[in-house]
């Protein structure tokens, strides 16, 4: 908008300019200057702003294991080595300490080891929204379940620095969906997210049990 502002405010003092030949009024005396206007800025909106949740999430039903399918991202790293994702598995558990937060493990293989990363979800007063605090606000990572079904699938988006990730998760990774994979797609191409930001990963190999020697606490933050 402001550029079209912009735009229409050059093309009427050029037109003023043709017409007039100069800035002088009727009769030879100089006009006074007219204080410019500036255009008005829209509002910044963060993108996950424009990410409405599913309606009416029902957090309990969100529980239990997910498998990590496929990842749309401009994250510098997947752009350089998403040819060497490992299979990723998500476990989401309601919190024994309180009913706002839901305790999230995560599962990955690094340098062919094991590793579980312990994290908290803090749901807000908007179902289907969630924060992972970071150790500063600014560096707080807004979630939004943005469609499952529950049973077999889930489309998340996860927000930092106004830049969008999405992920989608399946309950399990058999008998895996053609339709489902396309319709991620389509959700992530209206986020700028075409093809070659799309990072399938491995449906094999998930990690079981990890020691706790590879065990990374991110509770509160990290």
């Known amino acids: ?36 206007r500036r255009p008005r800025k829209k509002p910044k909106v963060d993108p996950i702003d424009a990410t409405p949740p599913q309606q009416n999430i029902d957090i309990q039903q969100m529980t239990g294991t997910w498998y990590l399918l496929n990842t749309a991202s401009k994250c510098s790293f997947l752009i350089n080595h998403g040819t060497k ?4 598995v ?13 305790s999230v493990s995560t599962k990955t293989r690094h340098n062919h080891q094991c590793w579980e990363i312990l994290q908290i979800y803090h749901l807000t007063p908007t179902p289907g929204r969630l ?39 399946a309950r399990s990774v058999d008998n895996l969906s053609e339709p489902l994979l396309t319709k991620f797609e389509q959700h992530a191409e209206k ?32």
């Open 1 to 36: 908008m402001a550029g079209v502002w912009r735009c229409t405010l050059t093309v009427a003092v050029l037109m003023f300019v043709c017409l007039w030949g100069s800035t002088e009024a009727v009769g030879g005396a100089k006009s006074r200057p007219r204080p410019k």
């Open 85 to 88: 994702v490992e299979p990723t």
């Open 90 to 102: 998500m476990t989401l558990t309601l919190s024994t300490t309180s009913d706002q937060t839901l």
């Open 131 to 169: 924060i992972l605090k970071g150790p500063r606000p600014e560096l707080n990572i807004d979630i939004v379940i943005g469609e499952t079904d529950y049973s077999s699938y889930a489309i998340m988006y996860y927000q930092k620095h106004g830049k969008i990730t999405m992920k989608l998760y």
């Open 191 to 222: 986020q700028a997210l075409g093809l070659a930001f799309l990072f399938p990963f491995p449906t094999y190999s998930h990690c079981g049990d990890v020691d706790q020697h590879h065990k990374i606490d991110c509770v509160p933050t990290c």
